[in-house]
């Protein structure tokens, strides 16, 4: 007995749907990155679910989430990063208040 598709591209669809929202609502920029990840969990499910869908015995989904989890990394650590150095010039991650790229 398996969970149909239709349930994982719900809850997909939900995570997604809360992401972008965290996202489009957010003034602090940390909340944004967290949006974010939610949508890119979100893809991950649908990498998953479809792979698991159209090819049951290939790991092809998986592998491409596993890229996708990579990436996320990478793209979290650079981000806050860039993060940390504006507050340490600024005081601030209001993103809103970064207007400018001159510190």
Known sequence: MTIP???WLISATA???????GV???????AILMGLELMLNAVNI????F???ITPLEVTGQI???FVIAIAAAEAAV????IIAVYRQRTSINVEQLDSMRF
């Open 5 to 7: 598709l239709s349930w």
């Open 15 to 21: 995570l997604f749907s809360i992401g972008l929202y």
């Open 24 to 30: 489009l609502s957010n003034k602090n920029a940390i």
């Open 46 to 49: 649908n990498l998953v679910a």
């Open 51 to 53: 792979g698991r869908h």
């Open 64 to 66: 491409f989430a596993i």
């Open 79 to 82: 981000a806050l990063a860039i």
